[in-house]
């Protein structure tokens, strides 16, 4: 299975017209803001001398992070322009990177042997997943865990849309790193808010807490707010019996 050429596209050319600057993406807020909360919520149900895998690594920011907290850290990104963005940055090479479509059942597989058991990050992929490539993102999941790993997983949820909405209505239009989104024909916040629950157990995966959250953006509003876009967060564990 591969994810629709219209996709990879996308997210290739998203990724060959960003610069290495630190934020120029949209998503690429400082770790502060999203790992470090993160992984504080996740670390007391995971044995961090586990490696741990970024699916949708993009510019590897977060991964470098995690590589701080994990014995191991390997990001993965569905575009080859986003991985070629992480390895420059990586200029201590404190993670690993590669890239790998989490549709690619067999890539996963192999991914999953390579590593063992090992953790999952993802943040915000599902939401902006083709609808036919969902289940196989939730699935990915479940297979890199194992037995023993333990995943965070953040989505936005529909209230995401509403400050898109009014972000775009600004007088001047969507701000730059928003509008380089919609021209590259991404599409945030497609999945609905009981969608993502529903995949993730269906793929085999415990819910063992969950909240509700914010994923600061790198961008801000004419009056000068940050957008801040609404999403649930889920720890997450090999379903008993899976």
Same mark, same amino acid.
């Given at each position: 299975m591969s994810v629709s050429q219209r996709y990879l596209d996308a997210?290739?050319?998203?990724?060959?017209e960003t610069s290495d600057a630190p934020g120029e993406a949209i998503w690429d807020s400082d770790p502060s803001l999203t790992a470090v909360p993160h992984c504080d919520i996740l670390l007391?149900?995971?044995?961090?001398a586990l490696p741990v895998v970024d699916l949708g690594c993009g510019n590897g920011t977060q991964t470098r992070h995690l590589a701080t907290r994990f014995a191991r850290a390997v990001g993965v990104d569905l575009s080859h322009a986003a991985i070629e963005h =992480?390895?420059?940055?990586? !200029?201590?090479?404190? &993670?690993?990177?590669?890239q790998l479509s989490l549709v690619d059942r067999e890539a996963v597989r192999a991914l999953s042997?390579?590593?063992?058991?090992?953790?999952?990050?993802?943040?915000?992929?599902?939401?902006?997943?083709?609808?036919?490539?969902?289940?196989?993102?939730?699935?990915?999941? =479940?297979?890199?865990?194992? !037995?023993?790993?333990? &995943?965070?997983v953040v989505e936005l949820t529909s209230a995401s849309r509403a400050v898109l909405q009014r972000a775009s209505q600004d007088p001047g239009g969507p701000p730059a790193k928003l509008r380089r989104v919609?021209?590259?024909?991404?599409?945030?916040?497609?999945?609905?808010?009981?969608?993502?629950?529903?995949?993730l157990t269906e793929a085999g995966l415990q819910i063992l807490d969950s909240g509700d959250t914010t994923l600061p953006q790198t961008e801000y509003l004419?009056?000068?707010?940050?957008?801040?876009?609404?999403a649930r967060w889920f720890v997450l564990a090999p379903a008993r019996g899976a």
């Open positions: 997210w290739e050319s998203y990724w060959r007391p149900h995971a044995d961090p =992480a390895r420059r940055a990586d !200029t201590e090479k404190a &993670a690993e990177f590669e042997e390579r590593v063992g058991d090992t953790h999952v990050y993802m943040r915000a992929v599902i939401h902006q997943s083709e609808p036919q490539d969902r289940p196989v993102v939730a699935g990915a999941v =479940a297979t890199l865990l194992g !037995t023993r790993g333990r &995943a965070f919609f021209d590259h024909g991404l599409k945030p916040a497609g999945a609905s808010d009981e969608e993502v629950p529903r995949l004419a009056d000068g707010t940050r957008i801040d876009l609404p």
